[in-house]
C-alpha cells in the first residue's frame, strides 16, 4: 500500500473520509494529509531498519505542519532542521532535542546559539568556517556540542540539478581530505566532540546505486579514520530516497535496506537517516476546484483555483503530479489538458498535455504526491492567501492551518505619513 | 538617471540614505525601495504619452507593498489587479476604482462579485466561459459592467517563456475571430458593455519590434470592427517593457512612446498601459549579508543571509540579478563566486560565477533590480520568516513591512487533540 488515497463508489476518499465533504466545508485549494499514510511511511524505514535501530530524522523542510510533526515525533522519528525556525517548529511539536539534527550551510550565530541552548544532539557541519564558528560559540556558552562533518562524495545522484546535492560542484559537504584534516587536528576544536560523518547526496534518487556508491566510499573512508584511531559514533546517511510521482519504481524501504545494511555489517555507528519526500511526499494532495474550461484553437486548459503559488514543483523543477479527479465518471471519454492556475504568467501550470476524464467548471481534482514541498514552499504571489491544510486520520478531519485571509496577506505592512 | 542607488565616497545610498545603517537598524536580508525612483519610471511614462492622456496602471505584482501602492496612486497611477487579494490591496490604499482594471484567466465568482461592487472601471476577460459568468453576476447585482476582451495576437515576445504571454499557445486571451463574434454577438450581454480591447504579449521585452508587430496587427483588427460600427472606447496595451538587468539596452519610455503613437495617431481611445517591472524592478534592491566564504577545489562559495526563499528569479527564470557591495574596496583583488543562500537545495542561488570584489563573512550586499517580483515572490520555504521591506524618500527611511517572526510562521496551525 503506497498510500491511503483510494476509490469508493468512484469517489475519493482520505482514509475513511471522502474528501468530497470536506472540499464542501472549508472551500478549496487545501492541502489534504492522510495521517496513516505518514505513520506507515516512517515506520516502513523503522523495521526495515530495526536491527541497527536507527533514528530517524524526518526532514521538515518537506512539510513542516506542526500536526505532521507532533504525528511523527509521537511515532518516534527525530526532526531534521535546517534553520532556527525549523528549531522553533521542533520545540512547538515537544521533539526531545536529543532527536533534532542540525544541517544546512547558512548557519548564523543566533541559529547556532539557540540550537546549542537548546541541546540538540548534533549539527552537520558544512564547511570550515562553519566549524569555527560553532566552536567559538560553544565556548562562550561553556558546552561540549557533538558535531558530525558532512562529507561530499562527488557522486552523480541522477537526479534534477536544483536538488543534486552530492557532486564536488555544489555548495554542500567537505571533501574527504578536509574532513580528515579536522579529525586529526581536533584538538583545536576543545568545545566540539567530533564524532560523526553525514552524507546526503541528493532527493528524488530512485535507484539504489547512487546511494551504494556513496556509501561504499563513505566506509573506506571510515575504515581509514578509524585505522588512524578516530572515533565515529553517528553515520548519517542523510535522506533522498525517491517516491512515485508517476511511472517511477523507486527502490522500497526493505530493498534499500538490504543493499545499505550488508555494507556496514558489524558496524557500531549510531545510524541517522533524514527522509523527507519518502514520508510525506505520498501522503498529501492538493485538493482544487476547476474553474473554468478554455477551449483554444492550440489546446484546452483546465484552468483550476490553484496556481504556482500553492505548488510550485511544476514550474520550478518540471515536476509531474497525477491528477484524480474527486469524482471517476465510468463512460466519459478523455480529453487532453493542460492544466493551469489563475496566475498572470505562464509558469503557472501544473500539468501540461495531460490525458483527463471530461472536466467541467466546479469539477474537484487532487494533485498527487504533494505532501512534500508543496505547502512548505508555497507563497503569496499575486496576493493569493495560501491554502488550508487538512489532516485525516480514519473518520476524522480537522483543519491543520487555516486558510490565509487578505488581511493576513498585509499583516506588518504600513504606509509612512511621508508618503 | 536609471535608479537613485548609487555611490558616494565608496558606499551604497539609496536617494541621501547610507544603506548601511538601515541594515545595522533593522538587520538582513531586506528589500529596499526608493521612492524617487518609483515616481520618476512612472513619470517617464506620463510624459513620453502625454499626448494621448494615458491612464497608466501599475501592474500590481510586480510589487503590492502598500507603501508603494500608496506612492503610486497618489502620483496619478491606477492600478492593474489579478485577483480578490489585489483588489483589497488596491481598496487599502485608495486606489479610485475608476483607475483599477482587473485581468487575469481564473476570476472567481467572488471576486468578480467583489470588482463589480467596488466599481471598478473595467474586466479584461480572457474566455468566452468568463464573459458568461461576468453576465451573470453583473445581472444579478443589476449592475451594467464594462469589459475589455484581451486579444491573444499570436506574437512570440523573444522573452523566458514562463513570461511569454503572447503566443497562441498559452492560456492568455482570445483569437481574433472569437472577439470579432463576441462583439457581433454584444447583445447576448446584456449588463455588460463591451468597450475596450486589451493585449498584453509578455515580460521583460527589451526590443520595440514585438510590440510593434503585436500592435499593427491590433490596429488592423480594431479598424475591421469600426466598419462594421463596434464602438471601442478603451485600448489597452498591456505591460512588458524590459528593464536592464545586465546588458539589456531596452527601449526606453520615450523611445517606446515614438514608436507606438504614431500607430495610433488620429484614434481616440482611451489608451491604457500596464506597467509592472519597467516601474518596480530597479526601484528596489535586495540587501543581503555574507555568512561564510567556503573554498572547495571547485569553486568558491559565498554564502549569504537571503535565499531562493526571498528572491527565487535565479532559481525560476535563471535570471541574473547585479551584485553591488555596501563597500566599495577599491584596489583588492577580483574573485569569482557562486552567491548561495542557507536553502538547502542547489537550485537556492542568487548568482553564479561572479566576479567580485573579494568577500568576506559579514560584508553586506544588494541585489541590484529586485524591486519586481522580489518580496511578492517570497515564500517561507526551510521555515524562514520573510524578509523586512523598506521604502526610503530623500533622507528619511521606515519599515513598509516589518520581518516576519518566528511566530508568524505557525500562524493558523494547530494539533488535533487525536494527534
Chains 1, 2 share one sequence.
Not at 30 to 53: C, G
Not at 73 to 97: H, M, N, Q, T, Y
Not at 147 to 162: F, I, K, M, Q, Y
Not at 266 to 273: A, D, E, R
Request: charged share 25%; glycine share 8%.
Amino acid at each position: 500500500m503506497m498510500h491511503d488515497f483510494h476509490y469508493v463508489n468512484d469517489e475519493l476518499y482520505c482514509e475513511s473520509v471522502r474528501v468530497k465533504d470536506i472540499a464542501w466545508r472549508i472551500g478549496t485549494p487545501f492541502y489534504l494529509y492522510s495521517h496513516k499514510t505518514f505513520v506507515e511511511h516512517l515506520e516502513k524505514l523503522q523495521r526495515a531498519f530495526k536491527s541497527v535501530k536507527p533514528l530517524i530524522c524526518f526532514s521538515m523542510k518537506a512539510n513542516s505542519n506542526l500536526a505532521i510533526l507532533r504525528t511523527l515525533v509521537k511515532k518516534g522519528a527525530g526532526l531534521d532542521i535546517v534553520s532556527g525556525g525549523e528549531l522553533f517548529r521542533a520545540k512547538k511539536v515537544l521533539c526531545p532535542p536529543s532527536r533534532i539534527v542540525y544541517a544546512g550551510v547558512g548557519k548564523t550565530d543566533q541559529e547556532i546559539e539557540d540550537a546549542i541552548r537548546t541541546g540538540i544532539l548534533l549539527f552537520n557541519v558544512e564547511s570550515i568556517p562553519e566549524l569555527s564558528r560553532i566552536e567559538r560559540i560553544a565556548g562562550k556558552l561553556r558546552k561540549k556540542v557533538n558535531v558530525s562533518l558532512r562529507v561530499n562524495p562527488d557522486v552523480d545522484p541522477g537526479t534534477h540539478e536544483h536538488i543534486a546535492t552530492g557532486k564536488a560542484e555544489t555548495k554542500f559537504g567537505l571533501d574527504m581530505d578536509t574532513v580528515h584534516l579536522v579529525f586529526m587536528r581536533a584538538d583545536q576544536y576543545p568545545h566540539l566532540l567530533i564524532c560523526g560523518i553525514h552524507v546526503h547526496i541528493g532527493s528524488q534518487i530512485v535507484r539504489g546505486e547512487p546511494f551504494v556508491k556513496a556509501f561504499r566510499k563513505i566506509l573506506l573512508f571510515l575504515t581509514h579514520l578509524e585505522k588512524e584511531g578516530h572515533k565515529v559514533e553517528f553515520l548519517n546517511l542523510g535522506g533522498g530516497l525517491g517516491i512515485i510521482y508517476s511511472d517511477e519504481r523507486p527502490q522500497t524501504a526493505d530493498e534499500f535496506a538490504k543493499q545499505i545494511l550488508p555494507l556496514f555489517k558489524g558496524k557500531k555507528y549510531t545510524f541517522i537517516f533524514e527522509p523527507g519526500r519518502f514520508i510525506a511526499g505520498n501522503s498529501g494532495v492538493l485538493v482544487s476546484r476547476v474553474l473554468y474550461i478554455k477551449e483554444t484553437q492550440a489546446k484546452n486548459f483546465a484552468i483550476i483555483d490553484g496556481g504556482m503559488n500553492d505548488l510550485i514543483r511544476p514550474a520550478l523543477y518540471g515536476s509531474f503530479h497525477d491528477i484524480w479527479p474527486l469524482k471517476k465518471k465510468g463512460l466519459t471519454r478523455k480529453s487532453t489538458y493542460d492544466v493551469v492556475g489563475p496566475i498572470c504568467e505562464s509558469g503557472d501550470f501544473l500539468a501540461k498535455n495531460r490525458a483527463l476524464q471530461e472536466l467541467h467548471p466546479n469539477d474537484l481534482v487532487a494533485f498527487a504526491s504533494a505532501g512534500a514541498y508543496g505547502f512548505s514552499m508555497s507563497s503569496n504571489y499575486n496576493a493569493r492567501p495560501r491554502a488550508a491544510e487538512v489532516l485525516v486520520r480514519g473518520s476524522k478531519f480537522e483543519v491543520v492551518r487555516e486558510r490565509e485571509t487578505y488581511l493576513d496577506l498585509i499583516r506588518g505592512e504600513r504606509i509612512p505619513r511621508w508618503v
